[in-house]
Antibody, heavy 120, light 111 residues
């Protein structure tokens, strides 16, 4: 069964850091681009970041550029999101998602999400 | 990155058809045939319903269809069923700089 399982969310103070992980199973992880998408409480979906299958290409939304870093370890079938200089507006459920091929082709598998709360 | 524009709500009775629009620009929807639609039930993860404007993943009922004209994409749900009540989000590729952009979402109510 194709599955994504996020972890690493929690409560962090403004200015703090957090690293999210997404463990993948049931497919050849290195073949597919992956993304992080977030959803603030009561709000819509916001694309955050994406990474190519090899890890050589990374992409960021303007709202997180310079603060967040996406990476992957294909030997561990795991996707990461390092989040630094966190702000209250980063509070959201963070989903990892598998692309059908590239992200532009649609994201066909989603994790259950992990909640990040930025508050003092 | 500017969000795509969707109506906040749509509704229809069981068996009817409903169309949800998603308006962007020539830099996203109008420039590429990479529009996706996602369904999200409360408290659940999104589910891919349409990709590349009009393609359906396996397992998605053919009651769901997508199209595009100029800078506007549309999702049509035919033969509405109670389980179709959910939030629907469009997304589009927006080029190598802006990459991927979502719409604000449409809450579909089955009356």
């Amino acid at each position: 069964e194709v599955q994504l399982l996020e972890s690493g969310g929690g409560l962090v103070q403004p200015g703090g850091s957090l690293r999210l992980s997404c463990a993948a199973s049931g497919f050849t992880f290195s073949t597919y681009a992956m993304s992080w998408v977030r959803q603030a409480p009561g709000k819509g979906l916001e694309w955050v970041s994406a990474i190519s299958g090899s890890g050589g290409g990374t992409y960021y939304a303007d709202s997180v550029k310079g603060r967040f870093t996406i990476s992957r370890d294909n030997s561990k079938n795991t996707l990461y999101l390092q989040m630094n200089s966190l702000r209250a507006e980063d509070t959201a459920v963070y989903y990892c998602a598998k692309a059908r091929q590239l992200v532009r082709h649609g994201m066909d598998v989603w994790g259950q999400g992990t909640t990040v709360t930025v508050s003092s | 990155q500017s969000a795509l524009t969707q109506p906040p709500s749509a509704s229809g009775s069981p068996g009817q058809s409903v169309t949800i629009s998603c308006t962007g620009t020539s830099s996203d929807i109008g420039g590429y045939n990479y529009v996706s639609w996602y369904q999200q039930h409360p408290g659940k993860a999104p589910k891919l319903m349409i990709y590349e404007v009009s393609e359906r993943p396996s397992g998605v009922p053919d009651r769901f269809s997508g199209s595009k004209s100029g800078n506007t994409a549309s999702l049509t749900v035919s033969g509405l069923q109670a389980e179709d009540e959910a939030d629907y989000y469009c997304s589009s590729y927006a080029g190598s700089n802006n990459f991927e952009v979502f719409g604000g979402g449409t809450k579909l109510t089955v009356l």
